[in-house]
């Protein structure tokens, strides 16, 4: 009988360690506001989705493509998205100068009129196109996280 009851005991306190400690696991998973990590070092370090990279070729063909053209290589005065004159530009800077740029005075004929999430979709298809690797998670579109990214020449 007295062991009956300790097994009992022992069960009991094994299936309440086990749900502590799958709630403390749980507890800890980010939430689905953190579909945005925080930046890794570099542009090469897969900082947007390629789901991102679609919906911002989506806004850039809409919205960017009569100024930069559809080979992103630049028309009349409009600066080239791509090629060795992007990178000499760009290359050195943290993503969130290239977000607040494009935030602020794009499109030259609206400016300001993209979203906060337009204009981190647009970088992410820029980023893709520009042959940086892709990652799982969405760049953020914010320019605190984004300070920490920096574009830099292929390792």
Same mark, same amino acid.
């Given at each position: 009988?007295?062991t @009956?009851?300790?097994?009992?005991l022992?069960l009991?306190?094994? /299936? ?5 400690l799958t @709630? ?7 939430g ?7 930046a #890794? ?9 390629? #789901?991102?990279?679609g919906r911002?070729? #989506? ?6 493509a $009569?100024?930069?053209?559809?080979s +992103?290589a ?6 080239? +998205? ?5 990178h000499?530009?760009w290359?050195?800077n943290a @993503?969130?100068?290239?977000? $607040?740029r494009? $935030? $602020?005075d794009?499109p030259?004929?609206n400016p300001g009129? @993209?979203s ?8 992410a298809? +820029?980023?893709?196109?520009n042959?940086?690797p892709a990652g799982?998670n969405?760049?953020? #579109?914010?320019?605190? /996280?984004l300070s ?8």
């Amino acid at each position: 009988m007295q062991t @009956l009851t300790h097994r009992k005991l022992l069960l009991a306190a094994a /299936l309440t360690v086990t749900a502590a400690l799958t @709630l403390m696991q749980v507890a800890a998973m980010p939430g689905p506001d953190s579909r945005h990590t925080l930046a #890794a070092g570099s542009v090469w370090d897969s900082v947007y989705s390629l #789901a991102q990279a679609g919906r911002g070729e #989506a806004t850039f063909r809409a919205s960017c493509a $009569n100024c930069h053209g559809d080979s +992103l290589a630049g028309i009349n005065d409009a600066p080239p +998205l791509t090629g060795a004159q992007f990178h000499k530009t760009w290359d050195g800077n943290a @993503l969130s100068s290239f977000f $607040n740029r494009i $935030n $602020n005075d794009m499109p030259s004929d609206n400016p300001g009129s @993209l979203s906060k999430a337009q204009v981190a979709e647009v970088i992410a298809f +820029l980023l893709k196109f520009n042959g940086y690797p892709a990652g799982q998670n969405d760049l953020a #579109a914010t320019p605190e /996280l984004l300070s920490q990214i920096r574009f830099l020449p292929k390792p």
